[in-house]
């Protein structure tokens, strides 16, 4: 349930900031999934996807 209420969350987040932004949330939503099936290491995914898709929102812009 509480990771529904997260997902829901950062979805309304996305839509409310800028393009490097969005581009932290989306990597660090991704990374956080990823990082959690990988091995419960949703915290480290979702840093790692943070900077991911922050850098890539920068380099499109």
Do not use: D, E
């Not at 209420?5 to 409310?16: F, K």
């Not at 419960?40 to 991911?52: D, E, I, R, T």
Request: proline share 0%; charged share 10%.
């Amino acid at each position: 349930m509480r990771s529904i209420i997260l997902s829901v969350a950062a979805l309304a987040l996305l839509g409310s900031v800028g393009t490097a932004s969005a581009g932290c949330l989306a990597g660090a939503a991704a990374g956080g999934v990823a990082g959690h099936v990988a091995g419960h290491h949703g915290l480290l995914g979702a840093a790692a996807g943070c900077a991911v898709g922050h850098h890539m929102a920068k380099k499109k812009k």
